[in-house]
């Protein structure tokens, strides 16, 4: 895969994911037990967030172009979140259903108000369905573990995945707070990422391949990450420790950018 995924496939893996998170739901022995990857959160708490993020999301989708967001809180008269696993788990439904629904109306080219106005993402309704599709992903993943039977990203969604974190939740205009750094990422499945980092703030770049050495007039890494695209996806996440993963150069780099918290 070299390109990021199609709109279409976007939407397709949203749902997949989506029914995959529920399905773990549906077989958890108790929506009180507590998420390990989330510790403040038990499943119900998990189950509450995404289906009100859908719905958010859903209402910033449909009001399009926008200087703030709309539709951040819960419209009134939205479903209370109902503590029934049967009804919990129709209520989760419709939330995708929601958002799916929004994300079709609009299409990928239309703008709307997103939180990465200045990464290297775009404010478009296709930049929101890639972003949410990591998010259903990234917490199919916690529901999974609570259960004890944590399953790999899909290949397809994990590739994009690695892509998609840098370049909306790292690149950016804040300034790095600590020394001018080069980490690269590389994924067994054959792509690689560099990722700059700075006081003018983080840029992030696709590399030819992995271990390909960097231009003449380019710094060699700082700092390297490599695992498949679903451990390095997890571990930019903060869901896997880095030290399940071969890292090579300034492993401390990896510590700083989880506690980076960039405005």
């Not at 994300?103 to 200045?118: A, F, N, V």
């Amino acid at each position: 895969m070299d390109k990021t995924l199609e709109f279409p496939d976007l939407l397709r893996l949203i749902g997949e994911r989506s029914a995959a998170f529920r399905a773990a739901v549906a077989s958890a022995p108790s929506l009180d037990v507590r998420v390990p990857t989330c510790p403040e959160w038990t499943l119900f708490d998990l189950v509450r967030h995404l289906g009100e993020g859908r719905r958010r999301w859903a209402g910033i989708v449909a009001a399009g172009p926008a200087d703030a967001p709309a539709a951040m809180s819960a419209p009134g008269g939205a479903p209370a979140v109902p503590r029934d696993r049967e009804a919990l788990t129709a209520w989760s439904a419709e939330a995708t259903e929601q958002l799916l629904g929004a994300l079709r109306e609009s299409g990928p080219d239309r703008g709307c108000w997103t939180w990465w106005g200045t990464s290297q993402s775009p404010q478009t309704c296709g930049a929101v369905a890639r972003h949410q599709l990591q998010e259903v992903a990234v917490h199919t993943y916690d529901a999974q573990v609570t259960l004890g039977a944590p399953q790999p990203l899909p290949e397809e969604v994990a590739l994009d995945g690695v892509d998609e974190f840098l370049s909306t939740c790292c690149a950016g205009t804040s300034a790095w707070p600590h020394e001018p750094a080069v980490v690269d990422y590389h994924a067994t499945e054959g792509r690689s990422w560099r990722l700059r980092l700075s006081a003018d703030g983080a840029r992030t770049a696709r590399l030819p391949a992995p271990g390909t050495a960097p231009a003449p007039d380019e710094e060699a890494a700082d700092a390297s990450l490599w695992g498949t695209a679903g451990e390095l996806v997890l571990a930019l996440y903060g869901r896997v420790p880095v030290d399940s993963q071969k890292a090579e150069g300034d492993r401390r780099l990896f510590d700083l950018l989880l506690a980076w918290d960039p405005e």
